[in-house]
Each structure stands twice: as C-alpha cells, then as structure tokens.
C-alpha cells in the first residue's frame, strides 16, 4: 500500500515512511492510496467477535499489505488491553465509553498502537527517533504514556500554558525518562504551527529524526476506526445496529475521520454528527461550504478547542472535495459553555449518568438531531474526573477520582516554558540535537 499527500506535491511513500515522517513533505497528510471493503460476511458475524478480533480483521485490511500477520496481531493485542463498553443513558441514546485506557482517555487505542508500530519499524535502526506532539488535552498524556520507556524513541509533548486542566497536565509533565514536556505561551493552534513548521524545517531535519504522535500521523488516527467496528458490534448484540447514528466530539476531527474511514470500508452506520464547542470551523463549512479557520477559544470542553483542525484534508480528501457529500452524510453542532454544563447537569439530575464536557456535546446533538427509528450512539471520549473542578461546579458535587489518575497525581511537574515563537522551539530543540 502506498500514501499520498493531501497536497499531490511529493511522492507517494510506504506506510513505514509515512509513519516516521508524520507529515508530508509539501505538508500535506497522508493518506492511503485506496480503502479495502469488509467482506459482508464480517459485518454479519461481527456481534460474535472480541475487540481484539474484530480490530485485528481491520487492521489486516488496513496494515496487512505492509506487516506480517503475525506480528500486526501482537501489535493489535498489546494495544487492546481494555475494553470500550457501550451504556444506555436515555431512549434510543447510548454511551460508547472510550475511558477505559491507561490514561481514561480515547486516545490511548492510537497512541499504544503507534508505539508498538513505530517501535516495529525503528527495530533495527541506531538513529534516535523524536516525536513531536502537540495537545490540547488528552493527547499528551495518550502519547506521552504509549511511548514511556519505549527504546529509541523520545517524546516532546507541546502544551498551551494555562489551558489544560491540571489533571492532564499531571500526566505528561511528571513522567520523565524519554517525554519531555514544553508548556507553550500560546494557545493549542500555536502548538501544533511549532511542530509543522518542525517538520518543514531542513536543518533541524538533518540533525533530529523527527515524526509526529498527532493525529495527523496515519499510525495514530487510523486504529482509531477499531471503536467503530466495536461500536457497531455491541449495538447488534442488542438489536439496536439498525439507522444507527454516530456522534462524535471533534477538535481536530481525527476521531471522526477514522470513523468515516470505517464507513468507506462497510460499516453500516447510517450518518454521522460532528459535534463541536465554540470553535465552530467545521459547523460553519456545513452551512456555507467556506471553510474558514481561526484562532481557537478556550472552553470547558478543553481538548476540542482547536481553531484549524488538521483532520479537515483528509475529509475533503474521502469525499473528493464535495461540499454536498460531506454536508449529506454528516451534520454538525456547536455549543457554547452555559449549553455544555446545561446538558451535563440535566443529563445526571434525570437520567443518573455522568457525561463529560466533550461528551456533554454528543449527548446533546443526539437528543436534538435523531430521526424517528433512529438510534445513537455518542463518543464519551474522556472520564468526568479528567475535568473535575469544572464538573463538580456543575452538578454541586465530588466526582470520585480514579485510582489511576491519583498516582500520576502524586508527581513531581517537570516541564520546560518556551514562547510560541517558532525560534526558540528550534533553538531549544538544536541544544537537545547536540
């Protein structure tokens, strides 16, 4: 399987290239050349497989052309230690609780899976491998604990200073060993320009091989899909796969995109909601076809504050660039602050289910855009406690605190301020080269 760029100006590459680039080099995202579609009979038997066993006949279909079977299944198992269960909270509305990961977050499917892979095809190079990634929130900790004491890889995890909550910022900066933390003057956008202009930067490339643990690289938002194919599986235990709606909380739009990526390779899922905050970009282009970015804002709903998401070209790039294909099999929301805690609030006083802000966001544009004989299900992407002083302002209550979270907690803060000034991130990452 070969990858193109977004932007058809550099060459086609091989996943392994792919993987370690990141991006492209005319800054484009790669994609695969072509989608292979699930046999039927896959779908038809899909409610009697494990996730470890559905997601491993996905990523065949994605990977297999590229890495032995053998060795993409240890992969897949080694990163599927948990499970996803799907919970009903209201009438034909259910929760697909992706929190269940190390660091109760749904990135930590795509982060393990990248380690794992990006560590098989490093085996047997000497060169130290750098991984930039910038977050907004659950990234960095994803990222930060998929590659903890994995050999010949350091990360740098860049965040906006002030704008994650403390709880996440506890889970990247406190670790050590091969992550290093860079708390930014700056907001999420500004982070993720540091690590592109990074990759676009020819001498710092010649002394750092460089690659990127954001979505943006194929390796972490296309295991991603694997929640999908689950999804769909739990849904039809229970007889409910039928005009079945997904909604998913998006900010950079990676979750979203691997969900439409299982849609072109079968899955039977009706139609998709992208939900956003008040960085409304991709609700704005539904409206007008004008996609016009902008700098983000801060909300409550904190990992979805991105003004310019990346994910955006590989949208236009399934859909051949129509605007009326995309806008006939995906609407959007947007909501502000007072609706996020309104729907938090009124959700757990009625139905006894805690969302999360993120989820807050799907939860509501289901009970306000399904169809009769429709059914949902909505991304609850990370758990409440992640967001605790926020949530327990809302519902005047004490959201009990995992035990896992409680240990990263108990760390010491180890991060380095820079400025969101593209110099001083180059400056710094020359003194780490030497």
Known sequence: MKYYSTNHNSAKVTLREAVLRGLAPDRGLYMPERLEVMDK???AGIDSMTFQEMSFAAAQALFGDDILADDLKRIVYDTLSFETPV?????????????????????????????????????????????????SGDT??????????????????????????????????TLGRNITALEIDG??????AL??????????????????????????????SFY???????????????????CVPSGNFGNITAGLFAWFMGLPVKRFIAANNANDIFFNYLKTGIYSPKPSIQTLANAMDVGDPSNFARILALYNHSH????????GAAYSDEQIAQTLKECYERTGYLLDPHGACGYRALREQLKAGECGVFLETAHPAKFKDSVDAIIGGDVEIPARLQAFMKGVKQSVGLSSDYADFRDFLFEESK
Do not use: W
């Not at 009326?324 to 609407?331: F, L, Q, V, Y």
């Open 324 to 331: 009326k294909d995309i806008a006939g099999h995906i609407s």
């Open 195 to 224: 690590v592109k202009n990074a990759f676009m930067d020819a001498e710092l490339n010649k002394r750092m091989k460089l690659t990127s643990a954001n979505s943006i690289n194929v390796a972490r938002f296309l295991p991603q």
């Open 41 to 43: 009979s896959f779908f």
């Open 187 to 192: 907001v999420f956008d500004d982070c993720q």
């Open 87 to 135: 919970v009903k909270v209201d009438e034909n509305i259910y929760s697909l609780e992706l929190f269940h990961g190390p660091t109760l977050a749904f990135k930590d499917v795509g982060a393990r899976f990248m380690a794992r892979l990006l560590g098989y095809f490093n085996r047997e190079e000497k060169e130290l491998v750098n991984v930039l990634v910038a977050t």
């Open 228 to 246: 999908y194919f689950n999804a769909y599986a739990q849904m039809k235990r229970i007889g409910k796969e039928r005009e079945l709606v997904i």
């Open 140 to 173: 960095g900790s994803a990222v930060a604990n998929g590659f903890l004491g994995v050999e010949g890889i350091h990360v740098y995890v860049l965040y906006p200073k002030g704008k994650v909550t403390p709880i996440q910022e506890c889970q990247f900066t």
